[in-house]
């Protein structure tokens, strides 16, 4: 079936260090979204993409859409404390967004 | 927060038993999507409503079924409860039509079922 793929699982960076995660889906999705989920929370809308090759920014954050549109990535400069939780990406495929299975962004003390 | 509201917080239910999830979303949001997700894996598509009807479905067996009402809430329903549907059941709504899974979804804080 279908499936997209995220990684790393974890990734700890030391405050002010850069974090990216990376998308793969086994087939072209119409759009991706980017939610973040706070340990205890819920998931919480970031942003959408829809365009082949595109990037947009939000503050410290850059997304990327691939050319093919089969991949994406989420990238963070500088993090901060603020930063901490779990990334998903979710492609949209056929009138349903398959979600990834998130990156947990850990802040090492 | 996000406007959407989910009962019960936390609910407690023996294999076999059958359990009712509700779902509240903001005026205007003709579109609910029920996910589960289980600790540290991403939600679980479970099926989509759009103005009253299923639109979609995701990997589920039947004893997993919906309903959405016209003031904006909606159900889930899950019979024969297994020791696997311990989860993290989350609704989401959006003010957008189910067209190529687009436009943001606004989650609910969630209903933490246990099966025992």
């Known amino acids: 079936g279908q499936q997209v793929m995220q990684i790393p699982q974890y990734q700890h960076v030391q405050e002010g260090e850069d974090f990216t995660t990376y998308c793969n889906s086994s087939?072209?999705?119409?759009?991706i979204q980017w939610y973040k989920q706070r340990p205890g929370g819920h998931p919480v809308f970031l942003i959408q993409l829809v365009k082949s090759g595109e990037v947009k920014k939000q503050k410290r954050l850059t997304f990327q859409f691939g050319e093919a549109k089969k991949n994406s990535s989420l990238h963070i400069t500088a993090t901060q404390t603020t930063d901490v939780g779990t990334y998903f990406c979710a492609g949209g495929s056929n009138y349903q967004l398959i979600w990834g299975a998130g990156t947990k962004l850990i802040i090492k003390p | 927060e996000t406007g959407v509201t989910q009962s019960p917080t936390h609910l407690i239910k023996t294999r076999g038993q059958q359990v009712t999830l509700r779902c509240s979303s903001q005026s205007g949001h003709n579109t609910v999507s029920w996910y589960q997700q289980a600790l540290g894996q991403g939600p679980q598509f479970i099926f989509q409503?759009?103005?009253?009807?299923?639109?979609g479905r995701g990997n589920f067996p039947p004893r997993f079924s919906g309903l959405q009402f016209p003031n904006y809430s909606s159900e889930l329903n899950v019979n024969a409860l297994e020791l696997d549907d311990s989860a993290l059941y989350l609704c989401?709504?959006?003010?957008?039509?189910?067209?190529?899974?687009?436009?943001?979804?606004?989650f609910g804080p969630g209903t933490r079922l246990t099966v025992l």
């Open positions: 409503y759009y103005r009253e009807e299923e639109n």
């Open positions: 989401a709504s959006s003010p957008t039509p189910p067209r190529l899974a687009g436009g943001e979804q606004f």
């Open positions: 087939t072209t999705l119409s759009n």
